[in-house]
Nanobody
Framework: VQLQASGGGSVQAGASLTLSCVGSGRPGSRYPMAWFRQAPGKDREFVAQISWNTDRPNYADSVKGRFTISRVGAENSVLLQMNNLKPEDTAVYYC??????????????????WGQGTQVTVSS
């Protein structure tokens, strides 16, 4: 499985960005996917997750109401629509897929595969 993330950029506070993660490999299967982010000097943290069967989303409290995760097409590509961006959203954003590991959706160790990351910078 390969995950390719894109869509990051530099914006001012209040702007919007949409991140994309295209998953390849394992055709015909569907799995939970998520976005995490890592700011300089901080641990990688959970942002949003979408379930494999009902596409039910889950969000970190810090982004709830501003970010929307959605699945593109029938398989394993996802978008992260980010509205009303704040300087504290500045980070490298990573998409992840949970294929073999079990565990809670908000834990980094629950995910087997990771994209390369895309930088989001929000200035005040």
């Amino acid at each position: 499985v390969q995950l390719q993330a894109s869509g990051g950029g530099s914006v001012q506070a209040g702007a919007s960005l949409t991140l994309s993660c295209v998953g390849s490999g394992r055709p015909g299967s569907r799995y939970p996917m998520a976005w995490f982010r890592q700011a300089p000097g901080k641990d990688r943290e959970f942002v949003a997750q979408i379930s494999w069967n009902t596409d039910r989303p889950n969000y970190a409290d810090s982004v709830k109401g501003r970010f929307t995760i959605s699945r593109v097409g029938a398989e394993n590509s996802v978008l992260l629509q980010m509205n009303n961006l704040k300087p504290e959203d500045t980070a490298v954003y990573y998409c992840a897929a949970q294929i073999f590991n079990g565990g809670s959706y908000y834990l980094r160790r629950s995910y087997d595969y990771w994209g390369q990351g895309t930088q989001v910078t929000v200035s005040s």
